[in-house]
């Protein structure tokens, strides 16, 4: 977990100004290496370069050396995943996860939960189906009761290519950030409202 | 209880359609709950003549209900001690549903044909009628005859479209009454009903009598008359018992008053609804499966928020979706794969040793998270939408670094996100203090902010954001007309230029208006009604 600057200096119990030269020092001398806090970046964290840092600091598989979320790696594993999961109709976690480590496609060390929080992305953003297996038609290879995954079949004929719209959200109102201040006869109301003025404009 | 915008916009409804004074004895009902003549007067500040006569087009429009309480009088309104006194209550859904007529009217029409839909036009135009009354428009509007009047009549009330008028001023028991008789009877927590649902229930004429319709009844009225005639030479002999019966029964057909059965239109565009839901996630096979189903179980149903249909075998399925001759070409094996699909998760369709039953609820539900989950997409953005999917299925609190982890989003950008939804009411907020003292919130802790979507809140908050949207579609169209009064006024000859411009866009934007109002009022039936 290395330590905190504020720990080192009061756990040492000496002068601010001694403690940030010696930790230069040691940095120089390339004893010592500042990691980053993921959790909180302000937090300065320093350990001895034999060490590797815990996930719990540097975030895991999914931030960089900076700390920053690795939004691009994240993306390219959630495309991979999303196409063996069309691939295959239904798939489980593990099922999954072999085919992975069968092809080999990943450097990184990418375990079972790192599969998980990945399909559990995929399926926050509606593009598969987390389910339970009822063991009939295309689960039958499932045993029931088995959480498993579906694509969402957005080929089919008469499939929309983006998400449906609702009522609400193809009007102004059900989009407006100041919805709550509108009243008939206010400041904010649908006889003066800017986004109805935008919306009527043929 | 209605919520605040549901409030003005019905009362922009009445406004519209019956005037201000009309609107002024609506508002004051549905502010104020059930209240007596006196009362509507007091608060109103309106003559008696006045309240009375908004009240009868009320109540000739199915907007509101007279009734007598069956307890004893007390408080500001006390006349004679005992004495049960007349109060009048909103009838808010029936309210909303003037602006489904159209709908109405499409799925009268389509079922039973024009001469059905224009007989039952009246009936929603004039709020309720009698069977002469009908005739008499029929009569003067087509010039149809009274046995094709009453043909058409009869047909509408076998399929439940037209039903016999409530009671008047029916006595209504004590709330106690009712739900000591409810609880004996059910096992499982029951919500108690509504003053307007007990209302109406002892209001409605029974099952048989609701839809009880006999041809020719005016003829009947005139052998009635007859029979009162003074007698002529039985002077001193008393008149059978059965014959007074008979009597009593005679005029009470012909004094009923028909009015359009609003609860079987609903249960109709429930099913367009559910069938709609399932073609768009499905294919159009599996919408005509779920649409047999649904036609096949039609007479078993009996209101409109029923969660289950009964259970149908696959031999039954299979004939009613061969009935239509548009899917004669679907075979056996083609409906099978489609129940099949429709069983597998999320259930929609629930099997039980080869019978088939249609989840409603959890189609409607289905269907409900997508539109909430539309506006928080466009309203909030992808962050937004991917934070609110993770709550609605956690269904329990959840803590900011462990919603950004899950959606693989910065931890800033995620508390922003969340703060902003909290504030429009999407989510509900809790800190949990870890640690430290209870004077402080961090003396020597840790405080955590956890989230979680309570979805009864979110449904009744996303309903009244549709009131309120609708009301303001209402006023923007009212605005837009009242700004080029004057060009609708021009005589289309004369309308030339920037004026043709202006009537061209007016034009458009009234169909824009009103084709989102539709939609729209389609999404209030979903929450509110289904």
Same mark, same amino acid.
């Given at each position: ?24 020092? !040691?940095? +120089?001398?390339?004893?010592?290496? #500042? @990691?980053?806090? /993921? %959790?909180?970046? *302000?937090?300065?964290?320093?350990? &001895? ?69 990945? !399909?559990? +992305?995929?399926?926050?953003?509606? #593009? @598969?189906?987390? /389910? %339970?297996?009822? *063991?009939?038609?295309?689960?039958? &290879? ?61 | ?530």
């Amino acid at each position: 977990m290395g330590m905190w600057l504020r720990d080192i200096k009061r756990r040492s119990n000496l002068q601010d100004a001694i403690v940030n030269k010696s930790i230069i020092s !040691l940095q +120089a001398k390339n004893m010592i290496k #500042e @990691v980053v806090n /993921v %959790k909180n970046k *302000g937090k300065k964290h320093y350990m &001895a370069v034999e060490f590797e840092p815990s996930t719990e600091l540097t975030g895991g598989a999914w931030y960089d050396d900076d700390g920053n979320l690795h939004v691009e790696f994240i993306n390219i594993v959630k495309k991979c995943c999303l196409q063996k999961i069309k691939q295959l109709k239904v798939a489980t976690l593990e099922t999954v996860l072999q085919l992975f480590k069968t092809s080999g496609v990943f450097k990184a060390d990418l375990k079972e939960h790192h599969f998980e929080e990945i !399909l559990g +992305a995929l399926v926050l953003d509606n #593009e @598969v189906m987390e /389910v %339970k297996s009822n *063991g009939m038609g295309e689960f039958g &290879a499932i045993p029931e009761g088995k959480v498993c995954y579906k694509a969402f079949d957005k080929q089919r004929v008469g499939a929309a290519a983006e998400p449906r719209i609702g009522a609400m959200a193809s009007m102004p109102c059900g989009v407006c950030p100041r919805i709550r201040s509108c009243t008939p006869d206010g400041v904010v109301s649908p006889s003066t409202c800017v986004y109805f003025q935008k919306w009527l404009e043929f | 209880m209605v919520s605040q915008h549901g409030i003005l916009y019905a009362v922009h409804l009445i406004t519209n359609q019956f005037g201000n004074l009309v609107a002024k004895v609506c508002e004051c009902l549905l502010r104020n709950g059930a209240l007596t003549l006196q009362a509507i007067v007091r608060r109103t500040e309106l003559s008696p003549a006045k309240v009375r006569n908004c009240l009868l087009v009320l109540i000739q429009h199915n907007c509101a209900q007279a009734f007598i309480l069956e307890e004893s009088v007390s408080g500001e309104d006390a006349g004679e001690p005992g004495k049960a006194l007349t109060q009048y209550i909103a009838l808010f859904v029936n309210i909303l549903h003037r602006v489904r007529f159209s709908k109405f009217m499409d799925v009268v029409s389509k079922e039973l044909g024009g001469s059905c839909g224009e007989l039952f036009r009246g009936l929603l135009e004039h709020g309720r009628l009698t069977v002469k009354q009908i005739v008499d428009r029929a009569g003067a509007n087509a010039k149809e005859s009274t046995n094709t009047v009453q043909e058409d009549l009869g047909k509408l009330v076998m399929a439940h479209y037209v039903e016999c008028c409530p009671a008047p001023e029916p006595l209504v028991p004590p709330p106690d009454a009712d739900t000591k008789k409810r609880a004996k009877s059910s096992k499982v927590m029951v919500e108690p009903l509504t003053l307007e649902q007990r209302v109406m229930a002892v209001a409605m004429p029974s099952a048989m009598r609701r839809f009880s319709f006999v041809p020719n009844a005016d003829q009947v009225a005139d052998d009635q008359q007859n029979v009162n005639q003074p007698p002529s030479k039985d002077v001193g002999e008393k008149r059978k018992l059965h014959d007074l019966e008979s009597d009593t029964a005679l005029e009470e057909e012909v004094e009923c008053n028909w009015r359009a059965n609003f609860e079987e239109l609903l249960r109709r565009l429930r099913h367009k609804t559910c069938v709609d839901t399932i073609k768009v996630r499905f294919d159009d096979a599996a919408a005509t499966v779920l649409s047999a189903m649904l036609e096949a179980s039609r007479a078993e149903e009996d209101k409109v928020k029923t969660a289950n249909s009964v259970p149908l075998s696959l031999n039954t399925i299979y004939e009613e979706v061969v009935k239509n001759e548009k899917n004669h070409s679907m075979t056996f094996d083609h409906v099978r794969t489609c129940l099949e699909e429709l069983s597998c998760p999320p259930t929609f369709v629930k099997t039980d040793d080869e019978s088939y039953s249609i989840d409603f609820t959890k189609i409607t539900e289905a269907a409900q998270s997508e539109e909430i989950e539309s506006i928080v997409l466009k309203r909030f953005g992808e962050t937004a939408y991917k934070i609110f999917r993770l709550l609605f299925r956690a269904g329990c609190l959840m803590e900011t670094d462990k919603i950004a982890d899950k959606i693989f989003a910065e931890k800033k950008e995620t508390s922003k996100t969340l703060f902003k939804m909290w504030q429009d009411g999407y989510l509900l907020m809790e800190k949990l203090v870890v640690g430290g003292t209870t004077t402080g919130p961090s003396y020597g802790g840790s405080s955590y902010l956890l989230w979680k979507v309570n979805k009864r809140l979110l449904r009744e908050t996303v309903l009244d954001e549709m009131f309120h949207a609708a009301l303001n579609l209402n006023l923007r169209l009212a605005h837009e007309i009242d700004q080029n009064k004057e060009v609708l006024n021009l005589p289309p000859d004369k309308r030339e230029g920037p004026d043709k411009q202006k009537f061209d866009r007016l034009r458009n934007v009234r169909l824009l208006i009103h084709s989102s109002l539709m939609k729209l009022d389609d999404a209030i039936m979903l929450f509110h009604d289904f």
